[in-house]
């Protein structure tokens, strides 16, 4: 079945032939996939809340506080393509299972670490780790769940991301402080041996029934033709864009520069500023299942959801950042956080542009090019930060402006992007509604 054929059958909520069926069985499968992804945004954002912490451990500055998560955003962002294809090659579960390991291996070493060298490689390993989940787990959706609901359950397996990003906003922070980095981050690294465990006993890639047909040796494409195949549909370079433009302003203020800039710039007390930190969280638990039914029930509503959100972002942070004297009230932050909350849901937005465009056997690689647009705009804003508060002796509204130029990039792309995709698309479910009807009549004629 063409990608346009399901696109348009979740469109119009109807189940299609060859859908799977979905139920409490797809629930418990999926749901072990999403634990994994989980504990791994648990492991990712744990340097949100112990930034500080970080830089006195380690005797390093503001830029290199940043290379943290630099090296860390990158490794995610540079395997996001090789994991589709990995994907889309060996299946769900075995890279699951090797995400697992890999980020565990990764936060383990960063307990224990005590050189700067040491906890710089041990990121990275995390950051290899934690790239093969998301887009594991978007593909599992995919194969237990029917076309209609691939919104829902995008913007559901991203709440599980926030979930673990609460953990680390509220859990870790405390735990941090009470037990100390080893146990805390030793702590952490042995969730990822429980879910290591569960994707091995539980975890299939699809229902019995539901497996996808073997591709034909003669019909199996190179590497570098898949990616380009991906590549030149608008609807994936659409979702890239998309993704880039709305993922990183919430990001870059959870994984790194954000408990610093309140503390630091704004004067709060490490306690509130991360009860600001859980207001970001909390949103991005609000606004998912929002977003997600929205699209779900109104197709038309991602661009303007999508822009809607950038707009807002843009606000905000002009009046944050030009604030009088400085420092601003604290009812003026928690708005900026609510925003900063949409940014996450905003983004799963960028899959639904590529979902329609790809058919189901190159989806992995489509996810894998779309989730590079957020991480990108992550790695660049957080090096930029870093390098300007060093620059400019820690002013954090020089810093955070760079966010303005990015937004303007991405803003830009979209819309130039955005009627080609949709002209393709039509295009696509034109096709799909003639090879339709096409397959409706042919058994008439044999009977006849």
């Known amino acids: 079945m063409s990608a346009a054929a399901r696109q348009a059958g979740a469109d119009s909520g109807r189940s299609l032939p060859g859908d799977p069926p979905g139920g409490t069985r797809a629930a418990l499968v999926w749901g072990t996939g999403t634990l994994v992804y989980f504990v791994a945004v648990i492991h990712r954002t744990s340097l949100g809340v112990a930034g500080i912490d970080a830089a006195h451990r380690f005797h390093i500055d503001a830029s290199a506080l940043s290379t943290f998560s630099i090296l860390q955003v990158l490794v995610y962002a540079s395997m996001q393509i090789p994991v589709g294809l990995m994907v889309d090659s060996l299946g769900t579960k075995r890279v699951l299972m090797l995400g697992a390991v890999l980020f565990t291996i990764g936060q383990g070493a960063f307990a224990l670490s005590h050189s700067y060298g040491m906890a710089l490689g041990a990121r990275a390993v995390l950051g290899c780790g934690d790239a093969m989940t ?21 913007q559901v397996a991203a709440l599980f991301g926030v979930a673990g990003n609460l953990v680390s906003t509220v859990a870790l922070s405390r735990l941090l402080h009470s037990a100390g980095w080893t146990p805390t981050f030793l702590g952490t690294a042995l969730g990822g041996a429980v879910v290591l ?14 497996a996808p047909p073997p591709v034909p040796q003669a019909a199996r494409r190179p590497v570098r033709r898949q990616i380009a195949d991906a590549w030149s549909e608008p609807g994936t370079r659409l979702g890239m864009w998309t993704h880039f433009t709305t993922q990183f302003p919430g990001m870059v203020f959870l994984l790194l520069w954000g408990l610093p800039f309140l503390v630091e710039d704004q004067g709060l ?13 909390v949103a991005n638990l609000v606004f998912g299942p929002i977003f997600g039914q929205v699209i779900t029930r109104h197709h038309g509503a991602r661009m303007p959801l999508a822009l809607g959100v950038v707009g807002a972002n843009t606000v905000l942070w002009a009046v944050v950042l030009t604030w009088p004297g400085g420092q601003n009230p604290v009812w003026l932050l928690t708005v900026l956080c609510v925003v900063l909350g949409a940014c996450g849901p905003a983004s799963m937005i960028g899959f639904d542009f590529a979902r329609p465009a790809n058919p189901p056997e190159r989806f992995g690689t489509a996810s894998g090019i779309v989730n590079i647009g957020g ?19 820690n002013d954090y509204r020089i810093a955070w402006s760079v966010i303005f130029v990015l937004q303007a ?9 955005r009627r080609r995709a949709e002209r393709r698309e039509r295009e696509r479910f034109a096709v799909s509604r003639i090879e339709s009807v096409h397959r409706t009549q042919t058994p008439a004629v044999h009977d006849s």
């Open 134 to 154: 998301f887009v594991s787990v978007l593909r599992l959706g995919s194969r237990w769940f029917p076309a209609r609901r691939g919104p829902v359950i995008a």
């Open 197 to 210: 465990v569960l994707v091995a006993l539980f975890l299939k890639d699809h229902p019995e029934g539901y």
């Open 269 to 281: 007390s490490r306690g509130a500023a991360g009860g600001l930190l859980t207001v970001v969280v």
């Open 375 to 393: 991480f990108t705009a992550s790695m660049i804003t957080l090096f930029a930060v870093g390098v300007l508060l060093d620059a400019t002796g």
């Open 409 to 417: 990039v991405g803003i830009w792309q979209i819309l130039r992007l």
